[in-house]
Each structure stands twice: as C-alpha cells, then as structure tokens.
C-alpha cells in the first residue's frame, strides 16, 4: 500500500516519511538536470535572484522527452550527477529530489540539515511516470531543451523514499 503525498511538501509530510515507504506524489514540482541545476547553483552563488521559487519545492533529475507536444517519457536521471552542484539548492530551500540511485555522503549531510528528503522514481519506466505528469509549463532555461526547468502538475507518481530526515539510506 502506498501513502499518498500532495506536494509541496510540508515539514510535516517530511519528517512522517521513512527510508523504503512506497509513496505517490500529486502536485506541483520542478524539474532540472545537469546544466539547468548547474546554472541554478551558479545564480545562488552570484547572489542574483533565481527565476524560480525553490522554497518548499521537489525536484525531478528528469530530461522528458516529447511528441506532438506531450510528454512520451519522463524517466529519472542519475542522481549521482548532481553530487557538488545540488548542495547549494537544499541550502535555500529545496525539500525534495525525485532521482535515480545513490547520492553522495556531501548530499545526504545537506539533505538532513536542512530537513528535505530523497525519493527514488523507477528507472526504465520513463512511459509509466510520463501518463503521471497532468500538465507541463516552461519555467526557465528554455534554450537548455529537454534540460530546462518545467514545472509538472503531478498525479500519483510512484516513489519510493531512498532518503530520509532520520539518515536512513535504502542504499546502504
């Protein structure tokens, strides 16, 4: 059986999460990969205003790709690659990162003081978590193509919590 979160996430929904529980989320997220995060970190550290309100938000490491306008695909991206560039967004604000495996001890040590939480999206099931994105809006970053940020209005994308606030790890 599987909880149901609406997002944002709340520190309540956070810190009631624990490490293996089998979640879905509906609601609103972001979305970012390597360049669009990078250049995130890189605004953050300018002391520039960013084009997005990361308070409270979760990111999806997702590239989705698409079809007459609609997504097709929408399957996790590595986690690992946003090790030394995601710190910087947990530090004001971010709650939460959908991904793909493991993080870095640096990432989870940001993660858990700064209260946010990790989930694990099902690799190789980029058409299942696509039928779950409802609605798609540009953020910023559009020249990056597929590696902009969007916002996705989701309903019931299956989860799995690979990180909570308590340091439990379901990778170790």
Known sequence: MSEEIRLPLTQKDIESLNCGDAVLLSGTIITGRDKAVK??????????KL?????????????????????????????KRM?????????????????????????QDAMKKN??????????????????????????????????VYKFELDKLPVIVAYDTKGNNIYE
């Open 51 to 79: 084009p997005v309100d990361i308070k409270d938000e979760t990111i999806f490491y997702v590239g989705p790709t698409f079809k007459d306008g609609k997504i097709t695909s929408a399957g996790p991206t590595t986690s």
């Open 83 to 107: 090790d030394g560039i995601i710190e910087p967004l947990l530090n004001n604000g971010l709650k939460g990162i959908i991904g793909k495996g493991n993080v870095s001890k640096s990432v």
């Open 115 to 148: 209260g946010a939480v990790y989930f694990a999206a099902i690799g190789g099931a980029g058409a299942l978590s696509a039928k779950c994105i409802q609605k798609v809006d540009i953020i910023c970053f559009e020249e990056y193509g597929t590696e902009a």
């Open 39 to 48: 250049k995130l970190k890189e605004i953050i550290e300018s002391g520039e």
